[in-house]
């Protein structure tokens, strides 16, 4: 398996990957999030792929904190195709994004994760990631 930055040719498996995960109808916006994202150093998404294949997908940002002497990593999109799931793809994936967020001298990744997403949560339990309490979100659209 590789593991490697998205490309624009990547924009319809993206789409696709996040109809799975429930954000149906992005097709109108995709590259152009896509490109904003690629444009941004602070931002990395990473393609998982065999044979040419994408396989999933995992979105990580990186965030400097004023107060603390490391900063963080998020994880803000993470799938990985369904019928690959469950063969090491995500594991693989994940522990890369660890590997980028120490490199760039992050001491803890979040990942915010529904709780309706019960097979999610139990993959990051297993890896290690505990639950922090409270996250609070203020929707700015009217």
Known sequence: ???RLATMQDS?????LLTELGYANTEDFIERR??????????????AERDGRALGFLSLHFIPQLALAGDFARLS?????????????GQQLLKH?????????????E?????????????????GYSESPRYLIKTLVD
């Open 1 to 3: 398996m590789k593991i």
């Open 12 to 16: 319809f498996v993206l789409s696709a």
């Open 34 to 47: 896509l490109a904003q994202m690629m444009d941004d150093r602070s931002e990395h998404l990473l393609i």
């Open 77 to 89: 999109y993470f799938c990985i195709a369904d019928g690959k799931r469950s063969e090491g793809v």
């Open 97 to 109: 994004a660890e590997q980028l967020a120490k490199d760039r001298g992050c001491d803890r990744v």
């Open 111 to 127: 990942v915010h994760c529904h709780e309706h997403r019960t097979k999610a949560l139990a993959f990051y339990a297993r890896e």
